[in-house]
Every structure is written in structure tokens, then in C-alpha cells.
């Protein structure tokens, strides 16, 4: 089979070989560390206590109490947002037929498809003014 591209004569650099051993994620052998050796001076460390002191527990009083009151706002405000989606307090089932499900989904498409029209109503006319401006008027060419 003879080839449409001629014979390059020159040499390219030959290509730096990999190698199987090292430069994997994950492959690399694990560092062998070894423990640092203590001044002599020096004083071994005291374990954390095993009991915490009534300063300690009053902040983490204070802390739940905050974290709660929280919680507790953002439900409502979650809640509150719901009902402002929902005419006449209406509640929505999440067990049911497909029909019942499916009848709250219709809300959704209606409003789409009304936006789809609006859109496509403004493009008309759009062209519509063009069309004037440009054959009727001649006020400009395109």
C-alpha cells in the first residue's frame, strides 16, 4: 500500500519512556515516618478533662437554644411559603392516583403554555413592525 504523504527524513526526538512503577495516584508506597524524639526538658502532655466546667456548659446551652430558634424559623418561613402557593389553604396528597397527581402538574403546563404564547405573539408582531418599516416605508433596507 503506498502512501499519498512522503517519506519525512528528519528525525523527531525520540518520546521520554513511562514507567510502571511510580507516578500513579494511588500506587505510591507509604512514607516511613518515624516518631520525633522529645527534648529531654520536656514535660509529657496532660490528657483533656474528662468533665467540662459550667462555663462550658452554659455556652452549649446557649448554642442549642440558638441552633433550635433557627430550625424553628426556618420551618415556619418554609410553611409559610407554601401556603402563599397554595389558594384557599389547599393541601396536595403525596399519595394518590396518577389522575390526582397529575391534575396539580396541569397548573404548571397551563401557565407555561401561556408564557410560550405571550412570547411568541411579541415575536410576531416584532416582525410584523419590521415588515412595515422595511417594504411598506422604506425607511430602511436591509
Do not use: W
Request: proline share 9%; aromatic share 4%.
Amino acid at each position: 500500500m503506498l502512501s499519498s504523504r512522503p517519506f519525512r527524513t528528519e528525525s523527531r526526538p525520540p518520546m521520554a519512556k513511562r514507567s510502571r512503577l511510580a507516578g500513579r495516584p494511588g500506587q505510591r508506597r507509604p512514607l516511613q515516618r518515624t516518631a520525633a524524639p522529645r527534648p529531654a526538658g520536656s514535660a509529657p502532655v496532660a490528657p483533656p478533662p474528662t468533665s467540662i466546667t459550667p462555663e462550658e456548659e452554659a455556652r452549649a446551652a446557649e448554642l442549642e437554644a440558638q441552633i433550635v430558634a433557627e430550625e424553628q424559623a426556618a420551618t415556619e418561613a418554609r410553611n409559610a411559603r407554601a401556603r402563599g402557593r397554595r389558594p384557599d389553604g389547599e393541601v396536595v396528597v403525596a399519595s394518590g392516583t396518577i389522575a390526582a397527581r397529575a391534575s396539580d402538574e396541569y397548573r404548571y403546563v397551563a401557565r407555561d403554555l401561556r408564557r410560550i404564547a405571550v412570547v411568541g405573539g411579541f415575536l410576531i408582531a416584532v416582525m410584523v413592525v419590521l415588515e412595515i418599516l422595511v417594504n411598506a416605508l422604506h425607511l430602511f433596507t436591509l
